[in-house]
């Protein structure tokens, strides 16, 4: 039986492909183990600096497997075990995370998109809260990341209606990164993968950390944290070699260590 999850892992990127094409590629308890799995790799490994996640088949991923869903089970168990942990370990990973999303990003698989740090989408890409379709809310942070990234009234749209967005609109909206010609989809995100991959890691990973605070901080609060995570980048190999660098005209070689 194929793997639902392939794991390749090249020059310092871990490239993970969901890959149950049958099911456009739908979250199964197994998958979630496999992914959990390869993120917690990802995370230790020092050479892996960057991650990609796309789905294999027509699709990016359909959220939630639904033929795996007993009558009367109890949804929240599954987010509580799956899903939530899912979108707190991609947001809290100290890598940058980009996400290819190719024909439709559905539910779940919508919102797993929107947790990543820099999604690119095919143009005849489409992105879809389903959920009310099928009478559920929003959820694998939806209700968060939706208002946050295209608006109160966007995502209110989004959530009630259950309309698919397409890729231009998703760009314009500012919940993805950018939407690219279908054929330059892989090509790209790759692209981005690997530069990501040759920059300074530790410093990114606390990008990630200080955007995402900056969602409940004050500006106070943001100007004290932002002192904070300087002050540990600026103790870096990379922040030492990125300034030889600058001072000696010439590409900067980083490591990505913390120190
Ligand atoms: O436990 C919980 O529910 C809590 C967690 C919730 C998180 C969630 O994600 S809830 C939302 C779950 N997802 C959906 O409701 C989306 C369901 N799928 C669709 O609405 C449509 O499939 C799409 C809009 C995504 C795509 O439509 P289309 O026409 O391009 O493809 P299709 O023909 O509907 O799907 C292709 C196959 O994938 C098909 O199987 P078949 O007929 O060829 O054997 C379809 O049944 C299967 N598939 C698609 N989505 C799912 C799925 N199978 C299981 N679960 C799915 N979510």
Redesign the pocket.
Known sequence: MAEDLLVARRDGVYVLTLNRP???N??TASLHQAVRAALEDAERDPACRAILLHGAG??FC??????E?EPG?D?GD??EHR?NPLIRRIHAIPKPVVCAVH??A????ANLAFACDIVLAARSARF?Q??I??G?IP??GGTWALPRLAGPARARAMAMLGD?VDASQAEAWGLIWRAVPDEELMQEAERIAAQLATQPTHALGLIKRALDASQTHTLDQQLDLERDLQREAGRTPDFAEGTRAFLEKRPPRFTGRPA
């Not at 359909?62 to 033929?67: C, E, N, R, S």
């Not at 559905?106 to 698989?109: D, F, K, L, S």
């Open positions: 049958d099911r456009l739908a979250f027509r699709g359909a959220g939630q497997d639904l033929t869903i089970a949804i599954i987010l899903f024909g439709v559905a539910g779940a698989g879809v389903a959920f379709k099928i559920l959820d694998a698919p």
